[in-house]
């Protein structure tokens, strides 16, 4: 074990994800979200796929030790780093994400991989932190596309259960965030 306790481990095997683990200190995260306004601000939002594959300063961060070593112990030391995206919801946008299961549509086979997620600015319940419910890793939902303009994912996807959300809360694992209602964007980093 290079981070994580053997507890941690075993609490990811049976929950699904691990957290917190501190993979880089405020002032370094507040320098990528920086790096991330000021593309911005030049070019506009970052929507396409794999941005670590353009930006050094994002290559950089994948590449930390810190965010490795948690990685390895989760899955060993042959790690290729498949994907990056950023969520970002701007202060006071309608913007969110529905419940869903990545897997459902990476198209990877096995199906497996570990993401890991960085908060670029606190993630709170006021900002549209996101949401996972524990254990529903172990079961894959059928998904249905949405309309959204707001629905910050790709194809605006989202669990195809007709339930209500205490219900679907104790249902299924997925991955969701409520719209932003604090005053500051709030940059998102898988
Ligand atoms: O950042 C979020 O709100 C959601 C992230 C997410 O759903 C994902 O990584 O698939």
Redesign the pocket.
Known sequence: MKRLSTEDVEHNRAAGFHCPGLAMAAGEAAAVRGQVEAHEAAHGPIKFGKPHLLFTWLDRVVRKASLLDMVEDLIGPNIFCWGS?F?V?EARSAHF?TW?Q?ANYLGLQPNELV?A?LALTPSNACN?A?RIIPGTHKRAFDHKETFSEQN??SRRQEIAVAVDEAERLRACKR???LPRNSGSPSP?A?
């Open positions: 995206t969520f919801k994400v869903h990545d993401t997620w549209g996101m910050l994912l991955r969701s965030s998102m898988r």
